[in-house]
């Protein structure tokens, strides 16, 4: 019970369907820090071909039909996918480690393949504001691994991907009707 509220909250206060249309049709999807696996039931029922999804959160995963859940980091998945998915991820870990990351996601995307990021636009401050409070309860409660709470800006993310060689880069805030600065950033191989 616990947990479908815990979905249903994330489901109601995140703009997953808006991340969504980012999927291409019939994709095999990498959901990298899947949490409760919600954007992966949504990859899934939409038509998505695979859905690999990976948290090293062993509290969050639980078997959810069609989708192949993986206990750990990214680096335990190997293969190629038609897109990435990293959503709400990247605040929790220290940004010298985002470049390893990308690139491990830069390298399993196949030719033409979609990373898709949902986070937080810190130059939003009132709204991300909100957030960091919410943050730090969720911290403090051990809801959410990892210690970090970075945000970069849009144009310092799209850089950022530029120079790690995706293509095609474009970011956009998602979140009018949240309480959340949500920003979605496409890029493709």
């Known amino acids: 019970m616990r947990d479908r509220v815990h979905i249903l909250l994330r489901f109601l206060t995140s703009p997953m369907l808006r ?3 980012a999927l291409p049709a019939g994709a095999t999807l990498l959901d990298v820090g899947a949490g409760h696996g919600l954007f992966a039931a949504l990859a899934h029922a939409s ?3 695979r859905v690999v999804a990976v948290e090293p959160d062993i509290r969050k995963v639980r078997p959810i039909a069609g989708i192949d859940f993986v206990i750990g980091f990214d680096d335990v998945i190997s293969g190629t996918f038609d897109a990435i998915s990293i959503i709400d991820v990247l ?5 010298d480690e985002w470049d390893a990351l990308l690139t491990r996601c830069l390298a399993r995307l196949g030719p033409g393949g979609v990373l898709i990021v949902k986070e937080q636009d810190p130059t939003a401050r009132f709204k991300n504001g909100w957030n960091a409070v919410q943050e730090r309860i969720a911290t403090a409660l051990h809801l959410t691994l990892g210690q970090a709470f970075t945000y970069e800006t ?3 993310f799209k850089a950022r991907l530029e120079r790690l060689g995706f293509v095609d880069v474009c970011t956009r805030r998602i979140d009018f009707g949240y309480p959340h600065p949500h920003l979605l950033c496409v890029a493709r191989r």
Do not use: F, N
């Not at 605040?91 to 940004?95: A, F, G, L, Q, T």
């Open 91 to 95: 605040y929790k870990i220290p940004i």
């Open 19 to 21: 991340v969504l249309s």
């Open 47 to 49: 038509g998505a071909r």
């Open 154 to 156: 849009p144009a310092l």
